[in-house]
């Protein structure tokens, strides 16, 4: 089955606690980005990379890290979270960026306290 | 910059009813996507309609359909024969298709809440 997984679904942290949420597609897409959707403000790209060891900022992306060392995965990297980053993430992937279909994940809940 | 906004944070509609959810959005560019998502309880993100701006026909999915109005940056869902499984937040996104797009970055609205009621 196609799909875009996310792990872990929920996590409550610490502020200054690195955490990793990870992502994967079995898809063989080019394309992955990670969203935070927050209330009142939809959702917003944080990073996003176009092939393997190929990444850029997105909108929000302040607090946060990214690699693609494979095509498939692309983890989110938290290295001293902060209250301020407690949100919904999404990660998502496409074949393409003109217009491609957007695959989502399950969403990932995180909590710092 | 593009932005987009959706001015109903909720709505309700009776079962088997139809109903229109606001989309309007600002941008320069001359060739991009519409999007409206669906996002239910579990919180997955759905793909419900896309629209291609160069295409004047407006997209149709079953009982979902648009109605997209170029030249007033207008576009709008409607939902015919609502079903309590539309339930949802509802989600409009813009993706532009110039060179630099920030790997199909989509700028998305921020959400009306669809109640279906019995």
């Known amino acids: 089955e196609a799909q875009v997984t996310q792990n872990p679904r929920y996590l409550i942290t610490v502020t200054g606690k690195k955490l990793t949420v990870t992502c994967s597609q079995n898809?063989?897409?080019?394309?992955m980005s990670w969203y935070r959707q927050d209330p009142g403000l939809g959702l917003r790209q944080i990073y996003y990379s176009m092939n393997v060891e190929v990444t850029d900022k997105g909108d929000v992306p302040e607090g946060y890290k990214v690699s693609r060392k494979e095509k498939r995965n692309f983890p989110l990297i938290l290295e001293s979270p902060s209250p301020n980053q407690t949100s919904l993430y999404f990660c998502?992937?496409?074949?393409?960026?003109?217009?491609?279909?957007?695959?989502f994940g399950p969403g990932t809940r995180l909590t710092v306290l | 910059a593009q932005t987009v906004t959706q001015s109903q944070p909720e709505m309700s509609v009776q079962e088997a009813e139809t109903v229109t959810l606001s989309c309007t959005y600002d941008?320069?560019?001359?060739?991009?996507?519409l999007f409206w998502y669906k996002q239910p309880p579990s919180r997955q993100m759905i793909l419900v309609i896309r629209?291609?701006?160069?295409?004047?026909q407006n997209a149709t999915e079953n009982r979902f359909s648009v109605n997209f109005q170029k030249a007033a940056k207008s576009f709008s869902l409607k939902i015919s024969d609502s079903q309590l499984g539309d339930t949802a937040m509802y989600f409009c996104?813009?993706?532009?298709?110039?060179?630099?797009?920030?790997?199909?970055?989509?700028?998305f609205g921020q959400g009306t809440e669809l109640s279906v009621k019995p």
């Open positions: 996104a813009f993706m532009k298709l110039s060179f630099y797009n920030q790997g199909g970055k989509l700028i």
């Open positions: 941008t320069s560019e001359s060739n991009y996507y």
């Open positions: 629209q291609e701006a160069y295409k004047q």
């Open positions: 898809m063989n897409h080019e394309y």
């Open positions: 998502a992937s496409s074949f393409g960026d003109l217009g491609d279909t957007q695959y």
